[in-house]
Structures are given as C-alpha cells and as structure tokens.
C-alpha cells in the first residue's frame, strides 16, 4: 500500500497542522489556507478528507482539485497567494475547484475525491460521484491541493477505507535500490547518473519508499494491467561516443505471462516486452509545450525524427531479471548494443550530426528497469571489448598447450581436426556468428570474419588454434 497521505509541510500562512500533519486548521481571518499533500497522488488514488470544524461567518467553502508543480517550489508560506481560486489556477499546472457544503455526508462528515486516467476529477457526494474537473495534465506527477477556505475551518486527511489495487510501489517493494552491474562492472567507475524525466505516460511511475516522499528517477516502473504502452525519457542526449547501460530489475514470472519467448526464434522480436528509441526533439521544448506524444502510434506523424527498435538479445534466448543493456554511439552515426557484456553489434543507424535523446517504450511482460548510468566516453568501453573474450580465450588456450610442451602438435591436429568438423558451427569467440573465414597460412577455419578481421586488425594477429602468426584473413562461402 502506498504511505498514508499526509499534509505538506508548505502551506498557507493563516495553516496549523497537527496529529502527524494529517490534520490541518486555518487559524485566521477567511483565506491564506492553502495546502498540498505530502507525496504524490497516483491516478484513481481516492484521497480521503473529513471535514472537522466549520463556521458559519464567512461565505465560500472548501477548494479541491491537484497541481503538477512540486509543493517543495513555495519554500516559505508568503510565496504562496491568499486563494488557491483564482490566484493558483489561473497559473499552469493548477486545478481547483469549489466543494458545495452539502458534499460532506451529515453523519461522519467524510468524502473522497481522485483524478482518473482522462484528466477528470471525480468527487464523491451523498447522491453519487461527480464530475468536478476535467483538463487535468496526468502525464506529470500530481499532488492533491486544498483551500480551506471561507466557512470551512479544518480538515483531516484519513486513510482510504476501502480496497484499492495493489500499487506499484507495493508490488516491487523486494526492489533493491542498490546500483549493481554484475556484468558491465569493469566500466562502473565511469558512469555518471542519468535519471529519467518525471513526464511520462500514465502507465508509467518512479520507484519511492514509504519513508521517503521523493521518487527515485532512476528505477521506472511499468504497470502493465493499464493495457496501454508506457513511455519514458531519459534526462540527456546519447551523443557521439557515448553510451548509456540499463538493467532489468523486475518481470513477470512465465506464470505469469503468456507472451514472454521461450525460444531462439523469438528472442529477437520482442515487442510484447519492451523497444529502445531515439528522437532528436528537444525535450525540454517537449515538456514546456507539453505536447508529449504519449500516443505510441502517432509518433510517425509528427514532424521530428523518431525511431522505435525492439531490445534484441546476444547468447540468450529470453530477457531476464538483472540482465543489462547497453547502448553506444559511435562516430560513424551506428547505435550499438551489446547484451549482458556480449560482443556490441549493429541496432540502428543514424545521422551522426544530431543529436538524439533516448527514450523507453514498455509493452508488456518487463515492467521495473533501472537506468545504471551514463557512459560519457567508449575508448575504456571498447578497450574492453577487445581483451574480452579474445585475449581471455587465447590465455587459455596457451595455459592448456603449455601444460604439456611435449604434445603440442598432437593437440593442434587433435583441435584442428575438430574445427574440420564443425565448419557450420559457431564462430569460438562471439558463439554467435558462423565460421566462415580461413586464416592466412594456417589454414584454419575457427572465426566468424567481424572476430577474425579484429583479431588480424587491432588483436594478437595470433591464430586461436595452433598460435601462428596471421598475415592474412579470407571470407570463404561453402556450398
């Protein structure tokens, strides 16, 4: 369950909050009582309020509705303006709206309100829920905001009475949010935080702890029983010769799930899980004109270059917990990725003179990924990539020929005439590509020709197999 709703700690001059700040009373004069909830409200989230103490004195009423500004930018009560209406929703990101008295419920005083998926704020009345807003901006983070205001003097904040869904934040609470990278470790020490923006779809929200009122940006959280697509972007550009590295940190068990791929044939087309994409808008423009295209299949349509490419794998047949993703840009204007510290390979090309923001679309089955960081240089990236696992192999390789000096013409032929045998098999160093390149003068055939033109160009020029020195590499294609 979510934190219980408490008030903010910013609000109105004339406000005295009490017992625990879920109870708050204006203490002066008819107005000057405006105030925030402490956390964000999700969407649906009834927020519960029981009307304590009225007077009879003044004219007007309690004022209800949300703001998508962080109370945190009132950082003293004047900053805040005497009403919430006009004064707060003639700004944007505010809504608010008049409560009638006769709302409150004569006997326990009690009603609730909350925002749906549409932008439209529903009040509960004696009679019925109501309609008392519409307009409402929920691809941004909102906080419930109240004015009490004229005869309504005080209020309490209670916890939601009845059954609510299973929030996110509840159901991914086994979450650590300890940044681990079991497979990219060698470069964690160049990473720098790259966090998501807080304007998102619906569908999707921040990672937060009950004891902590601020989201963390770096863990995203999909909820998938919406049946709509969530999209996310990350704070900064993916330039040249950068790179930024994700992990998978929660998806749903194959119980509970039908579309996850079970096998090699499926492993590269996986649009029911989650698509990597890139546009070259600028996305601060984007949130200052809120014209986010939070409508997956209208990004198309619009004038920007945006493209959408489905996550692929590298030795795995399925996406699991704690696999890691990253994605490169190199000067030739290629996004790589490279799964789980495979070999990086080719996944979309692009014009190298722009700049691109990435973004995230989730679909299905995954639904936390935590954003590792921002790698702003490849050169230690792709170093890497070199030694491992060329040198790795090769070292043992050697260890195994040197144990025993005395057979290590029988051991080559025996290996040669082991790779004779496997000619359509894997290539020995990425397991992924096929055979099909010879070594120039002895002849064997162990490598795809990406690994053997590596080896030849920037590697130890030494054949795996027997150690003879490469002069040169051929493509063969056999019948």
């Known amino acids: 369950m979510n934190?219980?709703?408490?008030?903010?700690?910013?609000?109105?001059?004339?406000?005295?909050?009490?017992?625990?700040?879920?109870?708050?009373?204006?203490?002066?004069?008819?107005?000057?009582?405006?105030?925030?909830?402490?956390?964000?409200?999700?969407?649906?989230?009834?927020?519960?309020?029981?009307?304590?103490?009225?007077?009879?004195?003044?004219?007007?009423?309690?004022?209800?509705?949300?703001?998508?500004?962080?109370?945190?930018?009132?950082?003293?009560?004047?900053?805040?303006?005497?009403?919430?209406?006009?004064?707060?929703?003639?700004?944007?990101?505010?809504?608010?709206?008049?409560?009638?008295?006769?709302?409150?419920?004569?006997?326990?005083k009690l009603t609730y309100f909350y925002v749906d998926e549409n932008g439209e704020l529903f009040l509960n009345t004696p009679t019925g829920e109501i309609s008392l807003l519409t307009g409402i901006v929920v691809q941004e983070p909102l906080w419930a905001l109240l004015d009490i205001y004229g005869n309504c003097i005080s209020i309490e904040l209670v916890d939601d009475l009845q059954q609510r869904p299973v929030p996110l934040n509840d159901r991914f609470r086994n979450i650590n949010a300890t940044v681990t990278t079991p497979f990219f470790k060698d470069i964690r020490n160049d990473l720098s935080p790259l966090p998501f923006i807080l304007v998102h779809s619906p569908s999707i929200t921040f990672l937060s702890s009950p004891s902590n009122t601020a989201s963390n940006q770096s863990i995203v959280l999909y909820d998938n029983t919406k049946n709509t697509d969530g999209l996310v972007f990350f704070s900064e550009p993916l330039t040249i010769n950068s790179g930024l590295l994700l992990q998978i940190v929660s998806i749903l068990s194959p119980n509970e799930s039908s579309l996850r791929p079970t096998t090699a044939s499926a492993s590269n087309s996986l649009t029911s899980h989650i698509q990597f994409g890139l546009t070259n808008c600028i996305i601060k423009d984007l949130i200052r004109t809120k014209e986010f295209p939070f409508d997956i299949e209208q990004i198309n349509n619009r004038s920007e270059f945006w493209i959408i490419q489905d996550f692929k794998l590298g030795n795995k047949t399925t996406i699991d917990r704690d696999d890691e993703f990253l994605f490169t840009f190199n000067q030739d204007g290629i996004i790589e990725y490279s799964h789980n510290n495979s070999k990086l390979k080719d996944f979309i090309h692009v014009d190298p003179n722009l700049n691109y923001y990435p973004f995230l679309v989730f679909k299905g089955d995954i639904v936390a990924i935590r954003s590792i960081g921002y790698l702003k240089t490849l050169e230690k990236c792709r170093s890497l990539q070199q030694i491992h696992p060329l040198t790795k192999f090769n070292q043992e390789l050697s260890s195994t020929i040197n144990n025993n000096d005395n057979n290590v013409n029988n051991k080559s032929i025996g290996i040669k005439d082991e790779s004779d045998s496997k000619l359509n098999h894997e290539c020995t160093v990425c397991f992924d590509r096929k055979r099909d390149t010879v070594l120039i003068p002895c002849g064997h055939i162990c490598l795809c020709y990406s690994c053997a033109d590596e080896l030849y160009q920037r590697g130890t020029k030494q054949c795996p197999i027997c150690r003879a020195t490469i002069t040169s590499i051929n493509k063969v294609y056999l019948a």
Request: include cysteine; hydrophobic fraction near 30%.
């Open 3 to 108: 934190a219980s709703i408490q008030f903010h700690p910013v609000h109105g001059e004339h406000i005295k909050l009490s017992r625990n700040n879920t109870v708050a009373k204006r203490v002066d004069s008819f107005c000057k009582g405006i105030c925030f909830s402490n956390r964000i409200v999700q969407i649906r989230e009834k927020v519960y309020v029981r009307l304590l103490n009225k007077s009879v004195q003044w004219t007007g009423f309690l004022r209800l509705g949300v703001t998508t500004c962080d109370p945190n930018t009132h950082r003293t009560s004047s900053s805040l303006p005497r009403h919430a209406c006009p004064d707060l929703t003639c700004r944007p990101g505010y809504w608010a709206k008049c409560v009638p008295e006769n709302c409150f419920d004569v006997t326990n």
